[in-house]
């Protein structure tokens, strides 16, 4: 999933900072922006239920729920970080002619963070409040019920309840406000995106449950059933005459579109369920679990070849078929970027063992 998440990233990137402004009305264009819409949610989504299985792994160790938080936060704490240091990379970077806020724009990075130490905060406190076999039951109600209650009220908190009193670059981690005086639709506030993390946390308990009854196949199915049904809920709930919101915006804010991203997320998890155990990643080498076993490597670096000073190709000024041959060539490196990735991973001291080592002569 992380590996198809790369995937559209790249497709939706490289199209938007390449095609040539006329291209950019094109239907073309306007279905790879909506494949667009995926990556984010992806991204979120398999963070929550990663971290549900940390936290159970942990939990089967017998810690306590202070030092479980402990370790989760932390780790959310450094993906933060990252996020901080990628806006200051980019910067320095794009150093005379990036203005000074970017370096305090809310990024996907910054958001994937902070919703870990959410999650982190939330099982600390239902572990410690519901303790034994009825923790599972509460962790899984629990972060359902604070992903749904992030979603509804995000459409509040973007316009009737905006929080004017913090200075922007606070503000901006509540409805991305940044410094534009309204919430902008191409950030990464906490609402409503961090609902995303924590609807996955729920799915990755629930998926931990069952994995031990043996019923995993049932589940994984039951997922997509779960996700087809929510998403005609959303179209049906959209099409009522009346609104429960003063300001209705189904494509970024209503709890409506939520579910049907949810939704969707649920059928996705479904599909690469299927394709891992019966399908082409069987095969032998996968491209898409490649890219997935990297996927932070990958964000960072492919922004700089699409969007940055050394873009492969020039900006707004291609056609489709050479911005499709660019995106070929993103990919093909960013695989290469993967694959090398892991197989140097924990063999940092080797390497420079071998380099240390005095040439001997025959």
């Given amino acids: 999933m992380r590996g198809l998440a790369c995937i559209l990233m790249f497709q939706t990137h490289c199209y938007d900072s390449w095609l040539t402004p006329s291209l950019r009305q094109s239907k073309f264009f306007m279905y790879s922006q909506l494949g667009g819409t995926f990556p984010a949610p992806l991204f979120l989504f398999l963070a929550g239920i990663s971290f549900a299985l940390v936290t159970e792994k942990l939990w089967s160790k017998n810690l306590a729920p202070a030092q479980i938080a402990r370790t989760t936060i932390l780790r959310g704490a450094e993906i933060f970080a990252f996020g901080l240091l990628f806006r200051l ?47 599972k039951s ?102 009522q005459p009346r609104q429960l919101y003063p300001v ?20 996705i998890l479904s599909a690469c369920y299927a394709w891992c155990r019966w399908g082409a990643a069987l095969w032998g080498f996968s491209p898409l679990i490649q890219l997935g076993q990297a996927s932070l490597l990958v964000y960072w670096v492919h922004i700089e070849f699409v969007y940055g000073r050394v873009s492969i190709l020039p900006k707004h000024s291609t056609s489709i078929r050479t911005a499709s041959l660019g995106l070929l060539t993103i990919f093909l490196a960013m695989l290469a970027l993967a694959f090398a990735r892991t197989r140097m991973k924990g063999q940092g001291p080797e390497i420079l063992a071998w380099f240390r080592s005095p040439i001997r002569a025959n």
């Avoid at 359902?144 to 606070?170: E, H, N």
């Fill in 138 to 239: 509460a962790l899984i109600l629990s972060a359902a019920g604070t992903a749904l209650l992030i979603s509804l009220l995000t459409p509040l908190i973007w316009t009737a309840w905006r929080p004017y009193w913090l200075p922007w670059p606070l503000e901006s981690y509540i409805d991305g406000v940044h410094n534009l005086g309204t919430p902008q639709a191409w950030l990464f506030p906490i609402f409503p995106w961090t609902a995303f993390a924590f609807a996955g946390l729920a799915v990755g308990f629930i998926l931990q449950r069952q994995r031990r009854k043996n019923r995993e196949t049932q589940t994984f199915f039951a997922a997509g059933a779960a996700g087809l049904i929510l998403t005609a809920a959303s179209r049906w709930l959209d099409a």
């Fill in 89 to 135: 990379q980019e910067y320095v970077v794009a150093w005379g002619w990036a203005p000074f806020s970017d370096l305090l724009r809310v990024d996907i990075l910054n958001t994937i963070g902070l919703s870990m130490m959410l999650m982190g905060v939330l099982c600390w406190l239902v572990l410690s409040i519901r303790g034994g076999p009825q923790a």
């Fill in 248 to 267: 209705y915006d189904y494509w970024h804010t209503s709890p409506d579109f939520f579910l049907l991203r949810i939704g969707m997320l649920l059928i």
